[in-house]
């Protein structure tokens, strides 16, 4: 008995669907993380020690503990702190968090590589910190973080598959349906995999084009 495939138009908009949730969720992840994440790099780079071991500490909490489990735990301790929200509320939310945290350690890492004479030269300019980061420390960094930024992108987009457990209905929650019903998981799962990898080679390839762009510009 071989693999058949006849049965998926009658479904395909179901897929579709699902996988417009994912890239949902997955976008909003990675818009937020994006903000948080470099919010969350100052903080971690503060020389207020309070704050930088905070920041730290988030990090590590959301970088050594599997997504999975973040999600099971902001999803049932929502209600918990009287937050009534959604699954999708609570899937973007969890991937969010742990994004930022992965984020800001590229940032980190970014900053890290430009040479702390230019910090120097703006504070003998009179120029501020904060001047200093958005008009000479960020631009220069973004640039050397695109493509570790967009494999984190990338990332982000497959840990949405995990979502389907807090009974949002994404790509992989509607496989699931479609393969209890139709009692063809193999061929399901197969399209949805190569639903994930069409996905993540359009956002590969979207990365590839802004990371020559942004480096013309500097």
């Not at 998926?8 to 948080?36: D, Q, R, T």
């Not at 987009?157 to 009692?183: C, E, G, P, Y």
């Amino acid at each position: 008995m071989g693999l058949d495939f006849t049965f998926l138009p009658e479904y395909a908009p179901f897929l579709l669907k699902g996988a417009g949730i994912a890239l949902l969720v997955s976008g909003v992840a990675i818009s937020l993380g994006i903000i948080f994440g470099l919010s969350l790099c100052f903080v971690v780079i503060s020389k207020n020690r309070v704050l930088s071991v905070l920041g730290r500490i988030y990090q590590s909490l959301f970088r050594g503990t599997p997504i999975l489990v973040q999600l099971l735990v902001i999803y049932y301790s929502l209600p918990v702190l009287g937050i009534d929200a959604p699954p999708l509320i609570a899937a973007m939310a969890a991937l969010t968090m742990n994004a930022s945290a992965f984020q800001a350690e590229i940032y980190r890492g970014g900053f890290m590589a430009i040479p702390k004479g230019q910090i120097e030269a703006a504070r003998v300019l009179g120029i501020g910190i904060w001047r200093t980061r958005v008009r000479i420390l960020i631009p220069q960094m973004m640039r050397s973080v695109i493509p570790p930024l967009v494999n984190d992108s990338v990332s982000i987009l497959k840990n949405s598959s995990l979502i389907s457990v807090i009974a949002v209905v994404d790509l992989m929650r509607v496989s699931q349906q479609i393969a209890a019903v139709t009692f063809r998981p193999a061929e399901i799962y197969i399209v949805a995999g190569a639903m994930y990898l069409m996905m993540n080679l359009v956002l590969a390839w979207v990365g590839r084009i802004s990371e020559r762009r942004f480096g013309r510009h500097l």
